[in-house]
């Protein structure tokens, strides 16, 4: 781990920067902050040494959380800049009650926690889970990412049912916002006929989602995966539909498509699982793809499932995008 | 006094997400606005996310991403001054029967290297269960940060107004007309 | 300390003292507009020389490339971002300060149109 008082002063500069989001009675400057305040949490996590988590941090808290909100914001009525909160800012005595009583309880619970990075604390030494994904992973898979093995392999069903619930979000949002309406008009192109933008997009747009695609591939070998990947393919579509404008994105990736791949990322993940039966070994236990050598099972399986992953993850997002964006 | 100090060095994080979540909390409770309520939310969900990574961290330890012993040696004499041509059996030894053999093929070091060297070779891994639990997480937040913006532009467009206090009085009056 | 170490030292610390002063002049700076000028400084110049401390230090390689490329990436996302929040607070009616202007320099610009801040 990095220094101590490195991650401290970063812990600190959070706790600020909340404080400032609740005060901040401009929502578009409340929803800056929080870009901010996400930005700064992918360093504490790099900082503690979760470079899989920080990946994911910096795609999702600082690129697509932030866009949605303000998108939220415009869809909402309230124009940029002019978009407040009606009361002056003024302490609410009983929510600072509540607030102060809990976190005293939850404080008071953490005195019986071991202290920080203590080697020998229970969740680092039961046999069966943190101290068997360390000691026994490379062997049982010869993959030498740890979070990719626990989170497609170990943990199958959990990510299973994790991706099922993004793929529900998706329809939830669909639900909701979806109208029977003519297919996004080109708006009066603002940015696209602004030199700079054309060219940064046409420049970073292609490296962006070859990133995100090696994200997903070589999540075994790095810290990478179907969930980091997955959002970084979907930061690549932000970019071009913010500056090219959503009917010329719609236009290059139609929405039916990702509709598609959304659901198709689940099946190829359960699809796996059902492979794994009819083969004979468990739903999600590898092992069986490959009888002559488990190991080799092991990487398909979690390749595969990988795939799906990042396909549900960049398909939901852009999904998302689209409906929170669409006039 | 003393609880406060030990406190202060060994559970920081954790009171950290204490205060991140009663931060978030508070926005819940006494925001009107039902955006800041989901930004509220969104920084309680983040204090959970402190909290665990912080669970798994060990002291010293690099991240769970398997290194041989090959690349732990090679990083480790990148970090002390030895002559080359016994590095270059080091790695050779390595590569043949492991980490001791290496060891032994270096011969002795200066006190402080050796310490140095030693350190790096034994690098535990930080737990890497927390980091799944909240990669996935954070994902799933935003997702479900979606949905609740979703409705909450459905409530605009139905009561024209995202001030939870105006939509109750809004909701009374219809119930008053309804009545009367 | 070698050669390496030292150059890897300065260069981090020129970043750093870059960094430094673009953070004291977006406080101290009179508006919008010129506020933006030392953000823009510190996007450029300074992490220039921060990255370049960091090729110095990690020696030629793979991860000397990745920072070259990142470098790469930062040269041409920063000057569009800064290009982007200019045109909107242009067109959101904020106009650039100038000393002859009526007055000191207002703490938050009057706008032309739309609610004031």
Known sequence: MTDRWIVELLLAVVVVTAVGVVRARNLLVASVLLGIYSLVMALIWTAMEAYDVALTEAAVGAGISTLLLIGALIRTGSRIGGSKERDAPRIDK???????????????????????????????????????????????????????????????????????????AALGVMVLLRRRRPPAEPAPGEMREQAIFVVMTRMTVPFVLAYGSYVITHGELGPGGGFQGGVILAAGYLIYALVYGLAAAQRALPPRLTDVGAGLGVLIYAGVGVACLLLGGDFLAYDALNQADPAKGQQLGMTLVELGVGLTVACVMVTIFNEVAQP | MSLLATGLFNLLNYWVYVSLMMIGLYAVIAKTNLVKKVIGLSLFQTGIFIFYISMGVVSGATTPITWTDAER????????????????????????????????????????????????????????????????????????????LAIVMEIKAAYGTIESDEIVTAELETARAARS | MTGAELLTAVLLGAGAFVALTSALGVLRMPDFFSRIHPAGENESLGQTLIIAGLIVAAGPGGTALKLLLVWGFLMMTAPAATHALTRAAWQDGRRPWSRDDDGPAPPTPPRAGGAST
């Open chain 1, 94 to 168: 009983v929510a600072l009650a509540v607030a102060v009583l809990t976190g005293a309880a939850l404080a008071y619970g953490t005195l019986d926690m071991p202290a920080i990075g203590d080697p020998t604390a229970p969740v680092h030494v039961h046999p069966k889970v943190a101290r068997h994904y360390i000691d026994r992973s490379m062997e049982e898979t010869h993959v030498p990412n740890m979070v990719t093995v626990v989170l497609a392999s170990y943990r199958g069903y959990d990510t299973m049912f994790e991706t099922c619930v993004v793929f529900t």
């Open chain 2, 73 to 148: 040696l090679r990083l480790g004499l990148s970090r002390v001054e030895v002559a080359p041509e016994r590095a270059a059996a080091a790695l050779a030894a390595v590569e043949e029967d492991g980490l001791d053999a290496a060891r032994a093929a270096l011969g002795p070091l200066a006190p402080a290297d050796a310490a140095r060297l030693d350190e790096l070779l034994a690098r535990p891994y930080t737990n890497p269960l927390p980091h799944v639990l909240i990669l996935t997480a954070i994902v799933v937040s935003v997702s479900t940060m979606a949905v609740a």
